[in-house]
């Protein structure tokens, strides 16, 4: 951490930001599966959205995965559309 | 043949003769059109992400089955003229499971060459990116 807060110019944001990781490649989730609510329900925050990849670090590739998994999660009632 | 897997929610108050009636019927509609159950699984009662029907509640069961989609489109029909039934998904899961098995095969091939060669096991970039 020290390092990479050394080597910046002066001027620069002297912050360092972690760099946000996809779960799903480090535990090798191949598969999202929807009945997985316990997994999915880490990916809707309280309004029920679905959260952006900016925020949870997902990759795109296990992103689209997981949407779909969420979409339908929703279908049958597992997970909600919106909650008040 | 394909693999599909129908969910279905059942009326929280149905009680158990018509629950496994109502399985019965399923299976025999795949059974008879050349379709194979595989697994019947009653997942119990759960409280439901929003109401539907007025319910809070809901029966899950869960059918794993391969047949073709004539089956599964009889499936649906029956699932929606039985009224116990709120609600119910049908999903494909060959075409996931045989991406997986790719995935699954190409990373223990590339194991089996990292081993071979270095010795020790194959840790992703990700590792690193962590640091």
Redesign the interface.
Known sequence: MRSAKEKRPAGQKQYYRR?K??KF??ERI??IN??DVKLLAQFVPERAKIMPRRISGVCSHHQRLLNDAIK?A????????ATE | MRNYEI?F?LHPNTPDEETDKINGQIESVITSGGGKVEKIEKMGKRR???D?GKQRE?FYI?FVISANGDIVKECERRLRVIDAVI???T?RTDE??R??EK??SYRQKRAARRGSSAGAPPQ?S?EE??Q
């Open positions: 760099k990781v996809c490649c480090v191949d598969t929807y009945k339908k929703r279908n049958i009632a597992l997970l909600p559309f | 969910m929610i439901l992400a929003y539907v809901g869960l609600k119910y998904i999903v996931e499971v991406r997986f995935i699954r992703p990700i990116a962590m």
